[in-house]
Each structure stands twice: as structure tokens, then as C-alpha cells.
């Protein structure tokens, strides 16, 4: 099985070698995408020379010519991996050789987006977020709208940083004309996408990462818009009619 590991970065040259160095030798990682959102020069011009200074073929670096805000660049980093499935991480998280091996013995399906169990917060050994309460669901249209009353439910959908069947992804990203209110919470606006699609999502036992919290991330620096988009969202959903 051969697995592309796609990571999106901006402004954040330090961070981005971490979080896919423990996997750099994995014969499953086939190719490792990382598109840099238009970062100022003076940052990816570090994140170039750590990258080339690695000296490894299976790393491709991408700038953007303009800012395309977290949705749209993780859209692109997709787009531009060429395996049938996918990895996609945040610049600002670490996996590991663990984490290749849980997802490499799954019994994948096309239209399953599958989510880590638990997120570790860097440096700590408690979890940060556990959903073990969700192991058995097979979350759809169907049962959405009475998990959203579970707790954890929401962060659950807000996690981010998936594994997924590379196509699937594609069709739902282009399935709409975003809606640039919502998708700036882009994690859980493509959990909301996936499902709308009438797809279905599952948490993963044993799956982690580790998550690094940062000043600067996206959600730091547009919390409020963050929180609005899912707050938008969570109403949408609560509307569904089942089918």
C-alpha cells in the first residue's frame, strides 16, 4: 500500500519538518506534499532550505502565488498527490510510524473518512481530546444530528487531519461552491461537506497524533470567526432531514 502524506503550512517553517520526520523512512509514505499558503518570503525561503537540506525525493515543496486561507490549501495539496489514499495534517501536528501502521490494516472504503481517536497535546502524556465514546458509530446523515447532543461530538467533527480515499475528497470538495463564512473553520466545514454527501466518517481506535498548540494558528488568530462558522454549521445539520 502506498500513501501520500499531504501538509499544509503558512508562516510556520520550524514546525513543518517535525511533523512528518518520524514517517520520512516509512516504505507506505510514497510521497510527501507540502504546500506553503504564500508564507512571507523570508519563511518559506527557511522551509526550503530545511526541506532541500533533507535531501529526500520523496518530498515535494509547493508555494502558492497568493494566500488561499487553510480550505482551499489543503484543497491543493490534495490535488496534487497522486496515491489513492491520503494523509492530510496541519503543519502544527506529528505523526508517527504508529499511525501508518493503524490506517495501513484498516478495511478502507471509498467513502469513509476516518479520524483519530485521540489527539495528545505536545509535551503533555494525558490526552488532549480523547473520542473513544465514538469507536462503534458509523457516523452519516442518519445519526449526526442526535450525536451533536453527545459531549465531544462537536470537537469530534472540528478535529481535522483525516485519512481518506484521495478521489472521494476531490468529488466532495468540488460538490459545492464554497461558502467562504463557513470554510474558514475549514475542519469542521469539511466534515459537514463529507456528510452532506451522504458519506460517513469513523473514529479509528488506537489512531493519534500529537497536536502542537501555537499562537499563530489559524484558529488562534480567527477564533471568533472559527467559533461563528461552527456554531453555523452544528444549525445546518440540526435541520437535516434524515435519509
Keep these: 500500500m502506498k500513501i501520500s502524506l499531504a501538509i499544509t503550512s503558512f508562516n510556520r517553517s520550524n514546525s513543518v519538518i517535525e511533523a512528518f520526520e518520524q514517517v520520512l523512512s516509512n516504505d507506505m509514505i ?3 506534499v507540502i504546500v506553503d499558503d504564500c508564507s512571507d518570503v523570508k519563511e518559506y525561503m527557511k522551509l526550503w532550505n530545511l526541506v532541500n537540506n533533507l535531501g529526500n525525493d520523496k518530498i515535494t515543496l509547493y508555494r502558492n502565488k497568493k494566500n488561499l486561507r487553510p480550505f482551499q490549501n489543503k484543497y491543493t495539496a490534495v490535488s496534487k498527490c497522486s496515491n489513492d489514499w491520503v494523509i492530510l495534517l496541519d503543519s502544527d501536528n ?10 495501513s490494516k484498516l478495511e478502507k472504503e471509498d467513502d469513509m473518512l476516518y479520524v483519530a481517536e485521540i489527539l495528545y497535546r505536545a509535551g503533555k502524556k494525558e490526552a488532549g481530546w480523547c473520542y473513544e465514546a465514538f469507536n462503534d458509530q458509523i457516523i452519516s446523515r442518519k445519526n449526526v444530528r442526535r450525536l451533536l447532543n453527545e459531549d465531544l461530538f462537536e470537537a469530534l467533527l472540528n478535529t481535522g487531519n483525516h ?7 476531490m468529488q466532495v470538495v468540488e460538490s459545492v461552491k464554497e461558502d467562504p463564512q463557513l470554510s474558514v473553520n475549514d475542519a469542521i466545514y469539511l466534515s459537514y461537506l463529507w456528510l452532506f454527501n451522504k458519506n460517513r466518517m469513523k473514529v479509528v481506535p488506537g489512531l493519534y497524533y500529537v497536536h502542537q498548540a501555537t499562537k499563530d494558528s489559524w484558529w488562534a488568530t480567527n477564533s471568533e470567526k472559527c467559533v461563528r462558522s461552527a456554531s453555523l454549521i452544528t444549525m445546518k445539520i440540526r435541520r437535516w432531514r434524515i435519509t
Design 163 to 169: 485519512f481518506f480515499n484521495r478521489n472521494k475528497y
Design 94 to 103: 506529528i505523526i508517527d510510524n504508529e499511525y501508518i501502521k493503524t490506517v
Design 30 to 32: 510514497s510521497e510527501i
